[in-house]
T-cell receptor, first 112, second 114 residues
């Protein structure tokens, strides 16, 4: 069975400083990994995905994530936070066509 | 493009009442699914479908029914609502053919059961 653990339920950064949202995964198969973002009262939007190609994945809005098999991690980063990045972020593992498991989410707060 | 459309956006029910949450997608996706989102628990899969006429249970199916008579529509039925079903419900769809396919989400339906 596969699962993800998001290590921080809440992260607070100042505008212009780096963002790090941490995710560890567990999977019996070679996983596909995703990061989704959810703005208040909205659905989820895909930020980026890892599908066994390059281990460093670039997504929308300046976000990127690095797949590290030895550490079973897929942390999300951004060099410089913007106020519009304030949202909830979900790490997701997909090990077959029909089973996607979501982490509990990390709420990102960006202070002016 | 409409994408994934859910209705209603908000609903209040009394314990024991029944209702249906509607979901429609216009992307010709084979795979459709329903999730519930509860604080601190992420999204949990209720039911899913890989094509018309085919449905299966997810992680938390009890108290919910689904059917898939067309590719476009995937309604979720609550037969006898309970307060534990107070949640935000999301419908999502994707192409079936690849495990790398992303999910496309609706904007959610907020359900309160009194």
């Amino acid at each position: 069975a596969q699962s993800v653990t998001q290590l921080d339920s809440h992260v607070s950064v100042s505008e212009g400083t780096p963002v790090l949202l941490r995710c560890n995964y567990s999977s019996s198969y070679s996983p596909s990994l995703f990061w989704y973002v959810q703005h208040p009262n909205k659905g989820l939007q895909l930020l980026l995905k890892y599908t066994s190609a390059a281990t460093l994945v670039k997504g929308i809005n300046g976000f990127e994530a690095e797949f590290k098999k030895s550490e079973t991690s897929f942390h999300l980063t951004k060099p410089s936070a913007h106020m519009s990045d304030a949202a909830e972020y979900f790490c997701v593992v997909r090990a077959n066509n029909n089973d996607m498991r979501f982490g509990a989410g990390t709420r990102l707060t960006v202070k002016p | 493009n409409a994408g994934v459309t859910q209705t209603p956006k908000f609903q209040v029910l009394k314990t024991g009442q029944s209702m249906t949450l509607q979901c429609a997608q216009d992307m010709n996706h084979e795979y459709m699914s329903w999730y519930r989102q509860d604080p601190g628990m992420g999204l949990r899969l209720i039911h899913y479908s890989v094509g018309a006429g085919i449905t299966d249970q997810g992680e938390v199916p009890n108290g919910y029914n689904v059917s898939r008579s067309t590719t476009e529509d995937f309604p979720l039925r609550l037969l006898s609502a309970a307060p534990s079903q107070t949640s935000v419900y999301f419908c999502a769809s994707s192409r079936k053919t690849s495990s790398t396919g992303e999910l496309f989400f609706g904007e959610g339906s907020r359900l309160t059961v009194l």
